[in-house]
T-cell receptor
């Protein structure tokens, strides 16, 4: 129940294409869903986050789509650039009772020039 | 810039030789976390402090200890490092649940630990 399942494990996209990464969760008590971007040798950095009362959130080229009934959320990267090549982690958290981010397994994205 | 700082960035230690990693923050956040991240894996939470309250994850080995002498600093002590402890160690901070909509965990750059 505490797991967050992330797919795909790796993704190759051409420059200008759309990158889509999917996550699914079981625990309906989760109420905060962030996406982290991590470059090699660096710590994860928050990219974008969503609460379950919103179905979509967009920040620049990055969009989270959230489907509460299906218990799924996804990250869309529009106009993908080589600089977006990184590992992306989805995560989930219960904000009222836990400080523990439950991470997905990660997706390694490569954007080809 | 307010930030999470980790020192050293790279640490080499010998098998069984105690090592201490340090983290400091200028964000004045209540909560500080230590994660272990092995290659191609998600960060794994070892423990966290909410102010001075220490919270250990059930599967964190006894070999790992932590100290938080004040709001700004937190240390990770590995008492007898084994080869399996070689990893990236990440420190993170956040406000507590009272942050509500503005909750975010800020990660430091990590310390890469090598055990020889």
């Amino acid at each position: 129940q505490q797991q967050v399942k992330q797919s795909p494990q790796s993704l190759i996209v051409q420059k200008g294409g759309i990158s889509i990464i999917n996550c699914a969760y079981e625990n309906t008590a989760f109420d905060y869903f962030p996406w982290y971007q991590q470059f090699p040798g660096k710590g994860p950095a928050l990219l974008i986050a969503i609460r379950p009362d919103v179905s979509e959130k967009k920040e620049g080229r990055f969009t989270i789509s959230f489907n509460k009934s299906a218990k799924q959320f996804s990250l869309h990267i529009m106009d993908s650039q080589p600089g977006d090549s990184a590992t992306y982690f989805c995560a989930a958290l219960r904000m009222d009772s836990s400080y523990k981010l439950i991470f997905g397994s990660g997706t390694r994205l490569l954007v080809r020039p | 810039d307010a930030m999470v700082i980790q020192n050293p960035r790279y640490q080499v230690t010998q098998f069984g030789k105690p090592v201490t990693l340090s983290c400091s923050q200028t964000l004045n956040h209540n909560v500080m976390y230590w994660y272990q991240q092995k290659s191609s894996q998600a960060p794994k939470l070892l423990f966290h402090y909410y102010d001075k309250d220490f919270n250990n994850e059930a599967d964190t080995p006894d070999n790992f200890q932590s100290r938080r002498p004040n709001t700004s600093f937190c240390f990770l002590d590995i008492r007898s490092p084994g080869l399996g402890d070689a990893a990236m160690y990440l420190c993170a901070t956040s406000r507590g649940p009272e942050a509500g909509e503005s909750y975010e965990q800020y990660f430091g750059p990590g310390t890469r630990l090598t055990v020889t």
